[in-house]
């Protein structure tokens, strides 16, 4: 006999597929969201009549638009960039860039879309965007970037605002990358106002949003612990990525008491026994941040530490897996590995960086499995700070924005529990999709047919 809700999911997917020929990460996206809260569309005649799923997955619109820059030897150069306007029923537009060659519609599609659930389980108004470019910002001068960001920015400016869409960084766009964009924005409108997120703090930036995904990440993995009467203190961590999220989240570990024994980067990971301390994640930061150097610098600075070249880290036996660098970095085997290896918690900083497969190997294993939605809102969180300090005209000390971040994620937590009931206590993906849900499309329903 078929399933009805099987069914359902099988034939939603059908149309969306159709409708969005190969982009297979927003697929991908999509089907983890419409499995979760499937079975309330079919209890919500409301839902169905307005056509709330077919509506959320699609995006209320796409600039698509070229970016012309010239290279330090006067070569010109084009790329593409987008802006994902996915959803604003619950506040204006909110995500970040990315620049990174990989960069596709269907990746921006895919962010786009979570940022909705994840900003609705912030609590804060905001709705759902991403964007980015096909730019690549390795090996580029200070000079290049500022020019590819100023010529972006000069088609970008008439689609954004404090109260319609407000940008923030990403992969590949940091500190430099959003001050740039923020000094064409001012050039280009005469208006200095918080129309971009992660700003310097000397221009309206938050204290503490470079840290507050990674720290929030690790406060999620706290909250899930302690909901079990366990901490991360004494874990062992596998962390990768070595970039915003994942420095900041290295940071907030060793400072509860957690090991981290590895780091990674495109090239490979390194792995430390010893664990990282706080004077090598100084070195890093330094590698990382200020000379945007190789992690396989590590290895060579720090005895004991093993470099491993074009290799991820989740073959190293952990109790705690924190995925910070990029989608689908963990496959269904690397997730097997994982269980076979004693994981119990894992908690996502990058966005979707698990392959569906193996997060059903997760969420089946009963680990706990806090998904990207969920554990790296901190730094959308603090973002959305950041814009009540613009708006309010005033800057909150370090200490302020800590405390609302853990209340924040504890919020999120749980939100999680709330709407996540199982058979193995709480499923966080399941949680985190159906409180992302029912405000958006309470909201869209209450709009009426827009
Ligand atoms: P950064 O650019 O600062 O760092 C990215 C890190 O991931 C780098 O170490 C990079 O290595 C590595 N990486 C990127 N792409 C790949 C790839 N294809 N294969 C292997 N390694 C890769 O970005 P962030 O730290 O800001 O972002 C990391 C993740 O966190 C992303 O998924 C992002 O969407 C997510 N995120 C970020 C937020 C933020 O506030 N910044 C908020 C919420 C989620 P290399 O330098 O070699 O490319």
């Not at 999911?9 to 990460?25: K, S």
């Not at 996915?86 to 895919?110: A, C, D, E, M, W």
């Not at 970008?156 to 923020?182: C, M, N, Q, W």
């Amino acid at each position: 006999m078929s399933n009805p809700l099987a069914t359902a999911v099988e034939d939603f997917m059908t149309g969306l597929i159709n409708r969005n020929p190969a982009e297979y990460e927003f697929h991908q996206a999509v089907r983890e969201v419409v499995q979760s809260v499937m079975p309330l569309v079919l209890d919500r005649q409301a839902y169905r009549d307005a056509q709330i799923l077919e509506r959320m997955t699609e995006p209320d619109r796409i600039i698509i638009f070229r970016v012309t820059w010239e290279t330090d030897d006067g070569r010109i150069r084009a790329n593409r960039a987008w802006r994902v306007q996915f959803n604003n029923s619950i506040g204006p537009y909110k995500g970040g860039l990315r620049f990174h060659p990989s960069v596709t519609q269907s990746i921006l599609k895919f962010l786009g879309f979570e940022q909705v659930f994840k900003n609705s389980l912030t609590s804060l108004p905001m709705g759902g965007a991403k964007g980015g470019a096909n730019f690549n910002p390795k090996g580029k001068s200070d000079r290049e970037v500022m020019r590819f960001c100023q010529s972006l920015m000069t088609e970008l400016h008439r689609h954004i605002g404090k109260d319609t869409d407000i940008p923030a960084g990403d992969i590949g766009v940091g500190a430099r990358e959003i001050s740039y964009l923020f000094g064409q924005f001012k050039r280009l409108e005469n208006v200095f106002t918080g129309v971009l997120t992660g700003k310097g703090l000397e221009f309206g930036g938050s204290l503490l949003r470079k840290e507050a995904t990674g720290y929030g990440c690790v406060y999620f993995c706290e909250n899930m612990f302690q909901h079990r009467g366990d901490s991360i203190a004494g874990k062992t961590v596998s962390v990768s990525g070595s970039g915003n999220v994942a420095l900041y989240a290295v940071e907030k570990a060793i400072e509860l008491g957690a090991k981290v024994v590895t780091l990674s980067d495109s090239g490979g990971f390194i792995h430390d026994p010893d664990g990282i301390n706080a004077d090598k994640l100084a070195f890093v930061k330094e590698l990382k941040e200020v000379r945007r150097g190789r992690i396989s610098a590590y290895a060579d600075q720090f005895s004991g530490a093993t470099f491993h070249p074009d290799q991820r880290p989740w073959a190293v036996p952990v109790e705690v897996a924190l995925p910070c660098a990029t989608q689908n970095e963990i496959s269904e085997a690397e997730a097997r590995t994982l269980l076979a290896n004693g994981v119990i918690c894992v908690s996502e900083g990058a966005n979707m960086p698990t392959e569906l497969a193996g997060v059903h190997a997760f969420v089946d294993a009963g680990i706990l499995y806090g998904p990207g939605k969920a554990a790296n809102a901190g730094g959308v969180a603090v973002s959305g700070l950041e814009q009540s300090q613009n708006s309010a005209r005033l800057s909150w000390s370090r200490e302020e924005v800590d405390e609302r971040l853990q209340r924040i994620m504890a919020s999120i937590h749980q939100r999680c529990v709330t709407h996540g009931s199982s058979q193995h206590g709480v499923d966080y993906v399941k949680g985190s999709n159906i409180g992302g849900f029912i405000k958006v499309a309470d909201a869209m329903l209450a709009h009426g047919a827009v």
